[in-house]
Structures are given as structure tokens and as C-alpha cells.
């Protein structure tokens, strides 16, 4: 049977809130259920549905977040088309019967207040986790602004409450106005079964929370997993706290739909998306108290700034959340079992630069000195002075390079254009047909050609490459290159290591012909290694086997 080429691109975007609040006191956990006996909450007309894993872990489509996501859908703002809209995805109201019911009920209250109120609120501030924090600030009854914004103003203090205020009217008045509970109960099957899949194929969620809990030396009165039928591709953490209980909440895009049901990789097939996603109410709080440790290190943030911002992480306190967040990631994917996916977590945060010494602190102290470190708080002190040792060794950071990733090489291919190259012989033909076909569905104006046909001037363009080891090309592509491959044997320059047999590296490089224009290449030892091939948006390299295993990346 032939074994057709793939392409794996991944685009997921991790996002997450910035919390704010105080240390609270320890609650105790209570009765654990398993996921098999879950229980599935009895609903009335203002109750949302959802399934309890335990008396302190829920999963639920929460009205309120599902309400203010239907409006901003409603909106059609280029922000909602162009970052969460299902239709990123590829999903359409054809092919996704929720979205299709959701513009057909909805679809004639477009010109309500809220719905126009968007495009303003977005510009105020309101966008990413901002949309479901807003939300849950919200009466989980008539939507009416139940809390205060104190905690918003905090983390967002650009924000003007009175504009708030006028929102959560609006959205009230949408709610009453459309019948919001009547549509909401109409889909309880749907949602029953969007919580029931989520469940189901997503395994650990207690152990998760008791892993969390454990390593952040601080319990919490309850945990909500929200996942977003109408949001793809991105995730939120927030908590809220109330004297000395603290709800931790996590909002889960999907990342795609099968069978009319969005399925969200929480913690599926080694997904760290929703220890992400919770671990930001641990660490955000904790970076806020002790921030005055960190602020003499701000310049750390100017070699990645314009990376960054474009990730909307604006400054250098939010890089230190997300930096401090996927080092634990890391540390927990390895301490669960998962060496492999923790080390490829790691290697693909480059912009996040510090993240291997943040995860060295870790392992090597937090974890082995627990009795000195009762809580994460405790350790920040410690975590300074890796930050400040990394400010010392990168002169400020002047002296940091940050290598180019699959996100640098799509973004110019999309500004520029790219020519699809390939080295003569079927397996690297259909391979690099394959690539030629992904680019052109993504709207990438893209040519192929046979590497023997490349002119002078197709050499300076944007590049795709799938080459053999023979490739009279390599000399020159891998002088700077991070992996050298030499027939059988491949030499990388990032770690030492030498590996032979039949490999398949994947490498994105400066453009040796033109600073301007970027490489990605496929090199192959021999044939059968072109079987496959997976590209993650922030690997710079990596090196895997016929068997596709992975050896090393970076």
C-alpha cells in the first residue's frame, strides 16, 4: 500500500490572562469521581450544563462566556474573523450545524447595541481572555454585571469601567432581548455532547489539578473547564477570589471538528494545553507580588519585543508569565512521563529565550528543596536570580539571537511568495508537491520546480526545499546551518550529538543567497525517510528517524 506524504502544520496559538489577586488559604479537596462516573448536572432553566469530575472540578459550557461569544460572532469584526472564528479552521456554517443555528437565530439582532458595541470594545482592551473574563463577571442568571471590574482594572488598567458598564447593560439587554435561554436549552443535547467527547478523550483531568495544586503548594476551592464551541484555536486562564476561596477557570478553544462536535486537546496525546491554561493562575499572581525582583531585568524583553507584541504579550512582565508558565509545562510533561514531548515544548519556545534555565530551576531546586519552597511564591526570589544570571550572560540582552522558526519562514512566505523546490526522484516529488498543495491552500502564492531548474534569481526568493543528502546544494545551505547532513550521518551543531542511518531533518535557515529571504528544507539520508513530515510553528530544526520518532529538535 502506498504510504502517502504528510504535512503537520501547526498553527495554535497559546494565549493566556493575566491574573491577578492574593494568596488565599488552603481549601481541602473533596471526593475524587472517575471520569466514567462523572455526573451529569440536572438542568433548569438558568443552570448551565455541565459534567462534574469531582465536587471541585467541573466542565461546562458556561452561558455567559457562550452568550458574549455569540455577539462578538455576531459583530463580524475582522479580530473575530481573523483569530478565533472557526472558519480558520477551515469550519463552515455548512459543515459546523452549531454555527449555522447560531447565525440563523441570531443572525436578525445584529444591529442590537452589544452587537455594535463590539468593534469599540475591542479596541478598548477587550479581546482575547479579555472577552471571557469580562464574561464571567456577568449574573450566570439574566447576565447583568454581577461583580465589580476591580480585578480587570488591575491587570488592564487602560480600561474605562464606565465602558464596561455600558457593555454588560448591552449584553443584558441582548440576552432578554434574542431569548438567549431558549436557545441555549435547545442545544443542551449538543452541549451535553460536546462535554461528554471533551471527557472522554481527554484523560487526567483530576490528576491534573491535584498535580497543580502539588506543585504550586496551594489549593483551590473549585476548577472550571470551559471549553468555546464559537472560539478555535486559542486558550485562556483566569481565577477569581473571593476572601479565602479562589475559582480557577480555563477557556478552550477547539481545534477542530468532527462529527458536528468541536473536540478540544486538552490533555490529550500529550497536550499541555490546559496545564497551560491553569497554570496561569498560579504563576500571574505570583510574578505580580514579586515583580519589583524581575523589573531591573526589562531590557531581557527588547530582543523579542516585536515577536512578541505580535503575539499580543506586550511587555516584559507578560513574557515572564508565559516564560515561567511553559517551563512548567514542560516540567510536567516530563514528570508525567512524556521526556520526549517535554523536551519538544522546550526547543519549540525560542522566542521565550530563558525558558530552558527557568525549567532547569525547577528541576533542579523548586523540586528537590520543596521544605525550603512550600509554595511557588517562596521560590521567586530564587527565580530572580536566574533571571538576573541570564541578564548578566546575555549583556542586558544585546547579545541574544533569536533563531528563525517555521512562524518567521510562513510569515515571509505569505509577504513574498515561495518556490517549492525539489530534488530529482518520486519520493521527494511527492513530498514536496504535498507542500506546494498545503501553501497554495493557505493563500500562499507559491510555485514548484524541480531543483534543477532553479534559475539565479529563483535562488534568492523565498525557499522550500526537499532535498537528499546528495543534494549539490547542501555545501552552501549548511554553512550556517544548525544540523549538517553528510550521506548516512547527521551532525548537529546545537547539541554535539551525531546520529546515522535513515534520517530525515527539517531545518529553516537564512537564505544564504539573500539575508532577505528565508529556507526551509527537508533533507533526507535516503528515500524512505521522505514519508512523512511535521512542522511545528516554532521549531527551528529537528531530526527524526524512517520510523519518525524523534531524535532531537530545537
Request: hydrophobic fraction near 40%; charge should be negative.
Amino acid at each position: 500500500m502506498k504510504k502517502l506524504a504528510s504535512v503537520v502544520l501547526v498553527f495554535l496559538v497559546v494565549m493566556a490572562s493575566g491574573c491577578v489577586g492574593t494568596t488565599g488559604e488552603k481549601v481541602q479537596g473533596g471526593e475524587t469521581k472517575s471520569p466514567t462516573t462523572a455526573s451529569m448536572q440536572e438542568h433548569t432553566s438558568d443552570t448551565p450544563v455541565s459534567i462534574s469530575l469531582s465536587d471541585r472540578l467541573h466542565v461546562e459550557i458556561d452561558p455567559r462566556v457562550e452568550l458574549v461569544a455569540i455577539i462578538y460572532r455576531l459583530s463580524d469584526s475582522s479580530w473575530y474573523r481573523e483569530h478565533v472564528d472557526p472558519a480558520v479552521l477551515g469550519v463552515t456554517p455548512g459543515s459546523y450545524r452549531y454555527i449555522r443555528d447560531v447565525d440563523e437565530y441570531f443572525g436578525p439582532y445584529r444591529n442590537l447595541t452589544a452587537v455594535k458595541m463590539v468593534p469599540q470594545m475591542i479596541e478598548e482592551g477587550i479581546d482575547y481572555d479579555a472577552i471571557p473574563e469580562f464574561a464571567i463577571h456577568l449574573s450566570p442568571t439574566d447576565f447583568s454585571k454581577a461583580m465589580p471590574w476591580d480585578d480587570m482594572l488591575r491587570l488592564r488598567p487602560f480600561l474605562d469601567a464606565k465602558k464596561l458598564d455600558e457593555f454588560a447593560e448591552a449584553v443584558a439587554e441582548f440576552a432578554e432581548e434574542t431569548d438567549f435561554w431558549r436557545f441555549y436549552r435547545e442545544h443542551e443535547e449538543f452541549y451535553n455532547r460536546t462535554l461528554e467527547t471533551f471527557v472522554g478523550e481527554n484523560p487526567g483531568l483530576v490528576e491534573l489539578v491535584e498535580f497543580e495544586e502539588d506543585f504550586f503548594g496551594k489549593n483551590t476551592s473549585s476548577w472550571h473547564i470551559v471549553p468555546m464551541p464559537l472560539f478555535c484555536c486559542h486558550g485562556f486562564g483566569y481565577h477569581i477570589e473571593s476572601g479565602s476561596n479562589m475559582s480557577v477557570y480555563a477557556f478552550l478553544g477547539f481545534g477542530e471538528v468532527a462529527g458536528g462536535i468541536p473536540h478540544v486537546y486538552a490533555t490529550v496525546g500529550g497536550s499541555s494545553f490546559l496545564a497551560h491554561e491553569f497554570a496561569h493562575s498560579f504563576v500571574n499572581p505570583a510574578v505580580d507580588q514579586h515583580y519589583e525582583l524581575f523589573e531591573p531585568y526589562e531590557a531581557l524583553f527588547d530582543p523579542v519585543a516585536e515577536k512578541l507584541r505580535e503575539m499580543a504579550y506586550p511587555n516584559f512582565k507578560v513574557m515572564l508569565y508565559e516564560t515561567l508558565v511553559r517551563a512548567f509545562e514542560a516540567y510536567y510533561l516530563n514528570a508525567t512521563g512524556r521526556p520526549d514531548r517535554a523536551m519538544l515544548s522546550l526547543s519549540r519556545n525560542k522566542v521565550f529565550y530563558f525558558v530552558d534555565d527557568v525549567y532547569r530551576a525547577y528541576a533542579d531546586d523548586y523540586a528537590r528543596h520543596r521544605d525550603m519552597y512550600r509554595t511557588f511564591d517562596d521560590f521567586m526570589p530564587e527565580l530572580a536570580k536566574v533571571i538576573a544570571r541570564v541578564y548578566n550572560e546575555t549583556n542586558g540582552g544585546k547579545n541574544v539571537v533569536i533563531p528563525l522558526t517555521v512562524d518567521d519562514f510562513l510569515n515571509a512566505a505569505k509577504e513574498g511568495g515561495v518556490i517549492v523546490a525539489y530534488d530529482d526522484g518520486s519520493s521527494a516529488g511527492n513530498l514536496a508537491r504535498f507542500i506546494y498543495d498545503s501553501f497554495r491552500r493557505m493563500g500562499v502564492d507559491a510555485e514548484l520546480k524541480a531543483v534543477s531548474s532553479l534559475t539565479p534569481e529563483d535562488m534568492r526568493k523565498n525557499l522550500a526545499l526537499v532535498l537528499l543528502s546528495n543534494s549539490t546544494l547542501l555545501p552552501e545551505l549548511q554553512r550556517n546551518a544548525p544540523v549538517i547532513v553528510n550521506g548516512t550521518t547527521v551532525y548537529s551543531r546545537e547539541s554535539g550529538e551525531t546520529y546515522s542511518g535513515s534520517l530525515r531533518v527539517f531545518e529553516v535557515i537564512e537564505n544564504p543567497w539573500n539575508p532577505d529571504a528565508i529556507v526551509l528544507m527537508v533533507i533526507a539520508t535516503d528515500k524512505r525517510a521522505l514519508g512523512s513530515i511535521h512542522i511545528y510553528r516554532h521549531l527551528t530544526y529537528s531530526i527524526r528517524d524512517a520510523l519518525d520518532d524523534l531524535l532531537e529538535s530545537g
